[in-house]
């Protein structure tokens, strides 16, 4: 089967007092993402573009932000779980390439953390994750420093025969 391709994005409202985290990653910044689960929208939109490779709906589909059990769940664990759920269907993460809308914190310091912290959860080499990150120019509610946004794209693979399965863990 040659690579599929799926397409995320996920976009979250800044508040005060809430941790900004990317990949698990902790960004310092004074406001950080609303939302049921850590609300990582880097994380969200590339589970988003995964599943949507494989055909297997979005991350609403698997981790509803109406069930309790995924309430404070950080990203990375929605990253490792669709890892698995591609594994079991005999396809794995081959590549990710993801950009962050945000004024404010300034990401280009953390951009080679997140992308390693991304290829980490998924189990794949940082080397198949590339994060970039941009501002708004002041327009909107990103550019006016009141939200964060993430777009992802993703392409996976089918296993090879007797390949290891599933996000490696550490």
Same mark, same amino acid.
């Given at each position: 089967m040659p690579p599929r391709v799926g397409i995320g994005f996920d976009l979250h409202r800044l508040t005060p007092?809430? #941790?900004?985290? &990317? @990949?698990?990653?902790?960004i310092p910044s004074p406001l950080g993402p609303v939302g049921h689960s850590d609300a990582d929208p880097l994380s969200h939109a590339v589970v988003d573009a995964l599943l949507g490779a494989a055909g297997l709906g979005d991350i609403g589909d698997h981790f509803p932000d109406s069930d309790p059990r995924w309430k404070g769940t950080p990203g990375t664990e929605f990253l490792r779980r669709t890892a698995g759920m591609l594994?079991?269907?005999? &396809?794995? #993460?081959?590549?990710?390439? @993801?950009? &962050?809308?945000?004024?404010r914190p300034r990401l280009g310091p953390y951009k080679r953390a997140v992308a390693s912290a991304l290829a980490r959860a998924l189990g794949i080499p940082a080397s198949s994750v590339n994060v970039k990150a941009k501002t708004m120019e002041g327009l909107g509610p990103i550019g006016q420093g009141r939200a964060v946004a993430a777009q992802a794209i993703a392409a996976v693979t089918t296993l090879r025969r007797g390949a290891r399965r599933g996000p490696r863990r550490g």
């Open positions: 007092r809430r #941790p900004f985290v &990317l @990949a698990g990653i902790r594994s079991r269907r005999g &396809l794995k #993460p081959s590549g990710v390439d @993801a950009t &962050l809308f945000c004024e």
